[in-house]
């Protein structure tokens, strides 16, 4: 069975800027969380979407926002774009809200 | 504040003997606990999990501990490999899954295998 995937791998913005970042969760994972993972806060929880809702939201601010399709993708969007946006964005899925997260490679974004 | 502590940036051990990798989390609200192996340029990878419920979860080479009124866990890894070398992360969650606050992540321990 195919892992996440996570496209782009790489991404280079300006400030000021908007971002989208795309998930696929492994087959019949319902279930897609997004951490965020900088070398001074670690990784940290932004957000899980369960049948196209979202149920969870950690503590970022409002640029972060994100969707999640029928078919259990997910995309998550940043606006405006900070320096402190920099950071490795991982998508996580799992069967349900209460199975195993299991990790894609992450896209890695570059805020100039 | 960090909820969860991994209070050894790196630890090196030697090929074939245990490795001990220690976490320690102060929201007595967390009742599920995960070990995650990450490499370089890859996302994490999940190793084992332990509930409140148990204090020892088995799985092959690692084993996980839990003491709960110490609010302690450790991920023992016997004989440790070459191919262990990596950063580990313990994760921690107010009931299966993410919880209403998703995983709450420790910094990581990189591990070091020594031949």
């Known amino acids: 069975k195919a892992g996440v995937t996570q496209t782009p791998r790489y991404l280079i913005k300006t400030r000021g800027q908007q971002v989208t970042l795309s998930c696929s969760p492994i087959s019949g994972h319902r279930s897609v969380s997004w951490y965020q993972q900088t070398p001074g806060q670690g990784l940290q929880f932004l957000f899980e979407?369960?049948?196209?809702?979202?149920?969870n939201k950690g503590n970022f601010p409002g640029r972060f926002s994100g969707r999640q399709f029928s078919n259990s993708r997910s995309e998550m969007n940043v606006s405006t774009l900070e320096l402190g946006d920099s950071a490795l964005y991982l998508c996580?899925?799992?069967?349900?809200?209460?199975?195993?997260?299991?990790f894609g490679p992450g896209t890695r974004l570059l805020v100039l | 504040d960090q909820q969860v502590k991994q209070n050894s940036p790196s630890l090196s051990v030697q090929e074939g003997r245990i490795s001990i990798l220690n976490c320690d989390y102060t929201n007595s609200m967390f009742d599920y606990f995960l070990w995650y192996k990450k490499y370089p340029a890859e996302g994490p990878t999940f190793l084992i999990s332990i509930s409140s419920i148990k204090d020892k979860n088995e799985d092959g080479r690692f084993t996980v501990f839990l003491n709960k009124s110490a609010k302690h866990l450790s991920l023992h890894i016997v004989p440790s490999q070459p191919g262990d070398s990596a950063v580990y992360f313990c994760?921690?969650?107010?009931?299966?899954?993410?919880?209403?606050?998703?995983?709450?992540f420790g910094k990581g321990t990189h591990l070091i295998i020594q031949p």
């Open positions: 979407y369960f049948s196209e809702t979202q149920r």
């Open positions: 994760a921690a969650s107010e009931g299966r899954g993410g919880g209403a606050d998703g995983l709450t």
């Open positions: 996580a899925s799992s069967l349900d809200l209460v199975g195993t997260q299991y």
